[in-house]
RNA sequence: CGGGGUGUAGCUCAGUUUGGCUAGAGCGCCUGGUUUGGGACCAGGAGGCCGUAGGUUCGAAUCCUAUCACCCCGACCA
């Protein structure tokens, strides 16, 4: 392609709603616009760019054996209605009426349409299993967009579906997917780390996140010292803190005044407190069930693990709820005297360091201190649960492994699903013993424009992005530098001998002086350059200089191409890992 | 959804506090010339319903009201 016929506008100054280093440089190097909040359109070099990703994501879903289909983006409501997810989703959903009347939703993802496909199409365990996958648009409407295409509203995923007559099927595309992913991410040049997403509830590992490590990621990763283990720290599970059981001669349950202090952090400051001696007391309910769930004032309440432990969703309680409960206001809540109450009480691990603490007393403007688990309200019992249900912190341990830290990008997941889905839509089939069953699912999503930001995020320097070849837009560029016809009819020459050896060339025939030239190839961030100048014309020479080095090699003219094409498969081949 | 902020040239932003504007700068764009290896220089030029709609005023980018858009923070409060 020649550049003074390309749209590729790139910018000097970075754009003042750009708050990350792949946003703003996704705009300035002309990969891409914003149309409005969380959507953008793709120029010419980023549209090359995804569709890189996307090759080599249908490559290695194809080798897979997996099928590709398309499936529509908009959805009719009634198919979620009968899985219920349109509630789950809520707001993010967006939906709208037809002409008809009828609710119509734009794609968040697609397990209710190839469940519902599924269901018409497979009658017989002899079709099993399978895999089908698409690379479409999806729509959230996110509650908040941002750090470009890290967040957006509209993105493009890859999304798969597979269907088994049992388990130990599944168990094999799993693994045949899990192994696909990590020559997906190695192939597109991104160090990743794969986390556990599901700790509990389907049985082991139900589900992995795979994580692209970088600073503006917005997910956390836990890992254990040893890098063994990781995961979200929204499951991340930790050791419970030695329980102390002193002597039992506390002195009884105190009433004090704290008027108008109602966080930690007042009630701490008030009563010159450590907000490890207070007992954090939370009202969730799940339905009409209330929940009591209690946790070491340092420490703050991990809604996930609440979830698991309770069983069902949570929700934490409207004021008013929290009023008719406690008799106070909101801020003053404490365990003592309304387990009656309420339907479970959860206490995390922490509670149980303190041997006397402070809580809310359950009136306003008051707290309770000499507070003693088990003595002033129950630690045992039918409706009482001691468990894990706090966020992991900095100093904690897992089996014994001290717990590191780190913001990560998620660009895929893979999911065992179960039958959440087939029982709800019918999706059957007749086994070999000819009764009917439900096909047991998997699911197994790629954040195509995430592969884009986070390969931007790991591997950029002050002068732009560096692209690994992979999923560069071009494979070279070439910068005639200084004017005159020899230069620009050598440099022709390269363009039209690369072009026709098959190589992606990006010929910067522009008007332009050098130092623009240069300026954009950096932050384009092509791999590999090539600079014809005056200088080394005269030698019969043309240079040679990869993005990511700063050496340059001089080249004679008639070796250019070879040398070009070598260096080509060389970049390729360090990415094609076992391909 | 709650809190905060910003809407002025294609982009980045001054000007708004204290109304007087016939609205500015840098970058980008167009013309001509000189230049030409790391975002050149000179000269000339195009480009704005100051987000939108009302209002106050002799007079509004500036004050008031409403509204829309965009951005940031938060949605863990006990």
Wanted: one cysteine or more; a neutral charge; glycine letters at 8%.
């Amino acid at each position: 392609m020649r550049y003074s016929e390309a749209l590729i506008p790139t910018v000097k100054e970075v754009p003042s709603d750009a708050e990350i280093p792949s946003h703003q440089l996704m705009i300035r190097a002309g990969l891409m616009r914003k149309l409005a909040s969380g959507t953008y359109t793709y120029l010419p070099a980023g549209w090359r760019i995804l569709k890189k990703v996307m090759n080599i994501v249908r490559n290695e879903m194809d080798k897979s054996g997996a099928q590709e289909i398309l499936m529509p983006s908009v959805q009719p409501m009634e198919l979620w209605q009968q899985t219920g997810r349109n509630v789950d989703y809520g707001p993010t959903m967006a939906h709208f009426t037809d002409r008809h009347g009828r609710e119509n939703v734009l794609a968040p993802t697609a397990e209710e349409v190839v469940t519902n496909l599924a269901a018409g199409e497979i009658n017989s365990y002899k079709q099993l299993p399978i895999n089908l996958y698409q690379i479409s648009f999806k729509f959230r409407d996110e509650f908040r967009p941002r750090f470009g295409v890290l967040r957006s509203r509209e993105f493009i995923m890859k999304d798969a579906y597979s269907f088994h007559a049992d388990e130990k099927s599944l168990d094999d595309t799993y693994k045949v997917m899990y192994e696909t992913y990590k020559r997906i991410f190695s192939r597109c040049g991104l160090k990743y780390v794969i986390v556990e997403a599901e700790s509990g509830e389907m049985g082991g590992s139900g589900s992995h996140q795979f994580t692209i490590p970088c600073e503006s990621g917005e997910d956390v990763i836990v890992q254990t010292e040893d890098g063994s283990y990781a995961t979200n720290i929204e499951k991340a599970p930790v050791d419970a803190l030695p329980a102390k059981t002193g002597n039992k001669n506390y002195k009884p349950v105190e009433e004090i005044n704290t008027p108008n202090r109602k966080t930690i952090e007042e009630i701490c400051a008030f009563l010159k407190a450590n907000a490890k001696e207070l007992i954090k007391t939370l009202v969730y309910k799940s339905g009409t069930d209330l929940i009591l769930a209690l946790v070491r004032g340092d420490f703050e309440i991990n809604p996930e693990k609440l979830r698991c432990v309770a069983g069902k969703s949570i929700e934490l309680a409207d004021e008013q709820t929290i009023k008719a409960l406690t008799g106070a206001e909101v801020g003053f809540a404490g365990p003592i005297g309304i387990t009656p109450k309420i339907n479970k009480l959860i206490i995390d691990h922490s509670v149980l360091t303190i041997e006397a603490g402070i809580t809310g007393a359950n009136k306003t403007d008051y707290h309770v201190k000499n507070v003693v688990p088990g003595r002033d309200f129950p630690i045992t019992g039918k409706n009482v649960i001691i468990a894990d249900i706090r966020n992991a912190v900095q100093g904690d341990t897992y089996k014994g492994q001290k717990l590191t830290f780190k913001r990560g990008i998620e660009v895929g997941q893979v999911f065992k699903l179960g039958t959440k889905y087939s029982t709800k839509l019918g999706a059957k089939f007749l086994d070999k013993d000819s009764t009917e069953k439900f096909c047991i699912m998997g699911c197994y999503g790629i954040g195509i424009n995430r592969i884009v930001a986070s390969a931007i995020e790991i591997s950029r320097d002050n002068d732009g992005i560096i692209w690994p070849i992979s999923i560069a837009p071009f494979d070279v560029i070439i910068t005639p530098a200084g004017n005159g016809e020899e230069i620009a009819a050598a440099a022709e020459n390269i363009y039209n001998e690369l072009t026709a050896a098959g190589a992606e060339v990006l010929l910067d025939d522009r008007d332009a002086r050098g130092g623009v030239k240069f300026k954009d190839a950096d932050l384009l961030g092509i791999p590999i350059r090539v600079t014809i100048g005056a200088k080394s014309l005269a030698e019969n020479n043309a240079e040679i200089k990869l993005r990511r080095e700063s050496e340059i090699t001089k080249v004679p003219l008639v070796q250019v191409k070879e040398k070009i094409l070598q260096l080509i498969e060389k970049l390729k081949a360090e990415l094609n890992v076992g391909a």
